[in-house]
């Protein structure tokens, strides 16, 4: 079988030392050359998706395993199953969005060269870790993605990129830190053998309950970090308001996933009985995050602050239609992931175009543009709709789905998470008021309407959204099996809803 996963993580790893080995005078095209890379791994991703097997979307497909360091049971093992599968396709469909989003952000070939060498190393470290069956290859692609976004962040930026940098490697590194101690702990729970960390290997473990639930939330913690949630979110808006838009549009649509994605497929897979046991008190730091994320992003003026804060609130339902372990919302949570992701992107590529006119991020400094840039204005309530999860736009059916599912088994959870519908609508409707309608400032420069460029950037997802709005089951047709596989490991009286 031809090894497709393995080749999808190596192109864009090795696109990037290419494009750090071209000479000064070759880096005059360094952008088409990217977005030729990003361009072949999304046709990839097209083909992996078509080849996906959907009637049996809870088994592991395009499986690959080859030994890596068989003295400590690691091996290099990918293969997906419906939720990995809509993970990298949402990587690979960002990521070449995100480099024409930023088309002409860089002046000095050099420092373009540098941006986009790290996006296509960000890339490879987000298709690995979406298939990694390996508990310890996913650790250490876990830990090495840092490394790009640490750059990222800290080299392009606004002001306060170091800081911000610094702040996001630390609580990622605490977060690291203390997953590998549940993976060496794992180990030693385990079979052993060549092949002691593969995923498959160490479900059904027998473990003590207290081993069970003090490796449970090392790697909860880790997660936790990544997705944000409350308490341990600070990191997020401090990072989206000084990376570059296209920076945080990755990371807040796709490498925040890593979080959700993980406390699916490892927290819950792995260690059922603990997830049950922490359930509770889990769901109520992720309402929380659902109204502490929607208050605060209603009183910033600073809107990429704002879109940050949005997503707390959103992964907040994610995280609570997750360990609800109900059918429904289940699926609902691992398609949110997706929708999220489409409508996050689409925002903060939206805000960027913004930026890019003005120079500011300032709400109070817009106003006005609906009657100069109409296509601009209805594109961004659009997208901004999305984000309140509109019905007829794919985010109301996953949220739709995570609410439903969960009320039989968290009812006060999910009323209380239902205000955050109501507050969304507030920082959203407020947001296209205060910068499309009304007055315009006084000596404003001239607005230009949307470009060709950005039309093809925002329109796709936006196109996207509606036909998953109303064609749901293209997506939940993958996402089924799998989130069945996972509900049935848990052991609860609700389980299976």
């Known amino acids: 079988m031809f090894p497709i996963l393995s080749v999808m993580v190596a192109l864009p790893a090795l696109g990037a030392v290419l494009l750090w080995a071209l000479p000064g005078g070759a880096r005059a095209r360094v952008r088409e050359l990217a977005l030729a890379i990003t361009g072949v791994e999304l046709v990839l991703a097209v083909v992996l998706f078509l080849q996906f097997d959907t009637s049996a979307a809870g088994t592991i497909q395009f499986s690959e395993t080859y030994a890596w360091i068989p003295q400590i049971g690691t091996s290099w093992a990918l293969g997906v199953n419906g939720i990995g599968l809509l993970m990298i396709v949402l990587s690979a469909l960002l990521t070449p969005l995100a480099i024409l989003a930023g088309w002409w952000e860089d002046k000095d070939p050099a420092r373009r060269t540098h941006y986009l060498a790290l996006i296509l190393l960000s890339e490879a470290f987000m298709i690995g870790i979406f298939a990694a069956r390996d508990v310890f290859l996913f650790y250490v692609l876990f830990e090495a993605m840092l490394i790009p976004l640490y750059f990222l962040i800290g080299s392009f930026g606004g002001g306060q990129r170091r800081y911000a940098a610094v702040k996001f490697l630390l609580y990622?590194?605490?977060?690291?830190?203390?997953?590998?101690?549940?993976?060496?702990?794992?180990?030693?729970?385990?079979?052993?053998?060549?092949?002691?960390?593969l995923t498959d290997n160490l479900t059904n473990l027998p473990m003590s309950t207290t081993a069970e639930r003090l490796i449970f939330l090392a790697f909860f913690l880790a997660f936790a970090i990544k997705a944000p949630m409350v308490p341990v979110h600070t990191w997020l808006p401090t990072v989206a308001e000084t990376a570059r838009p296209g920076t945080t549009a990755l990371l807040v649509a796709v490498l925040d996933k890593i979080g959700t994605f993980g406390m699916l497929t490892l927290c819950v897979a792995l260690f059922p009985e603990a997830a049950a046991w922490a359930a509770p008190v889990i769901i109520g730091f992720a309402v929380v995050s659902v109204i502490?994320?929607?208050?605060?992003?209603?009183?910033?003026?600073?809107?990429?602050?704002?879109?940050?804060?949005?997503?707390?609130?959103?992964?907040?339902?994610?995280?609570?239609?997750?360990?609800?372990?109900?059918?429904?919302?289940?699926?609902?949570?691992?398609?949110?992931?997706?929708?999220?992701?489409?409508?996050?992107?689409?925002?903060f590529f939206a805000v960027g175009f913004l930026i890019h006119r003005y120079g500011t991020a300032d709400v109070t400094a817009y106003g006005g543009l609906q009657r100069i840039v109409p296509v601009f204005a209805g594109t961004f309530l659009i997208v901004g709709l999305s984000a309140l999860a509109l019905p007829g736009l794919s985010p109301f059916v996953s949220e739709i789905m995570v609410l439903v599912g969960a009320f039989s088994v968290a009812k006060v959870a999910v009323i209380v998470s239902a205000v955050g519908v109501v507050l969304a609508a507030l920082y959203v409707l407020l947001t296209y008021q205060k910068v499309f309608t009304g007055p315009a400032p006084e000596g404003r420069k001239p607005v230009r309407e949307l470009t060709r460029r950005e039309r093809v950037v925002l329109w796709p997802l936006i196109a996207l959204m509606l036909v998953l709005g109303f064609l749901p089951g293209i997506a939940i047709d993958t996402l089924r099996e799998p989130s069945a596989d996972i509900v049935a490991t848990v052991p609860t009286e609700e389980a299976g809803q």
């Open 292 to 347: 502490y994320g929607a208050l605060l992003a209603i009183g910033q003026k600073d809107m990429l602050r704002l879109v940050a804060f949005t997503s707390v609130s959103h992964f907040g339902i994610m995280v609570l239609g997750i360990f609800a372990f109900t059918q429904t919302s289940v699926e609902g949570a691992a398609f949110y992931m997706f929708n999220h992701g489409l409508s996050t992107g689409a925002l």
């Open 172 to 197: 990622s590194l605490a977060g690291g830190l203390v997953m590998l101690v549940g993976v060496v702990a794992l180990y030693f729970q385990g079979p052993g053998g060549d092949q002691a960390f």
